[in-house]
């Protein structure tokens, strides 16, 4: 499985943002989603997460009630749609799949480049 992450940008706090993941290979249908995310000289934090077939998913409290992940399978592609940004969601962020559910990165297998996202005050 090989993930491209897009959609990342400068965008003033309050604002949003969606996020895309486009994967390619077989197994996406198959697999958790999961996003990340990692802020210069800070080490890399989860952020949500969604099962293979988008029935169930996890969120951060620092991120919860403000952004949603969700999939489209038929795309091969997840989303993570940001709203009501601040400034600490400053970040690279990355999407991740793996075979659940998870929030620690060390259990997803595939890696997507990251993109940043920029939140101005």
């Known amino acids: 499985v090989q993930l491209q992450a897009s959609g990342g940008g400068l965008v003033q706090a309050g604002g949003s943002l969606r996020l895309s993941c486009a994967a390619s290979?077989?197994?996406?249908?198959?697999?958790?989603v999961g996003w990340f995310r990692q802020a210069q000289g800070k080490e890399r934090e989860f952020v949500a997460t969604?099962?293979?077939?988008?029935?169930?998913?996890y969120y951060s409290d620092s991120v919860k009630g403000r952004f949603t992940i969700s999939r489209d399978n038929t795309k091969n592609t997840a989303y993570l749609q940001m709203n009501s940004l601040k400034p600490e969601d400053t970040a690279a962020y990355y999407c991740?799949?793996?075979?659940?559910?998870?929030?620690?990165?060390?259990?997803?297998?595939?890696w997507g480049q990251g993109t940043q996202v920029t939140v101005s005050s």
């Open positions: 969604i099962t293979w077939s988008g029935s169930s998913t």
């Open positions: 991740a799949s793996g075979p659940k559910a998870y929030s620690a990165s060390d259990l997803y297998n595939y």
């Open positions: 290979g077989r197994t996406f249908s198959t697999n958790a």
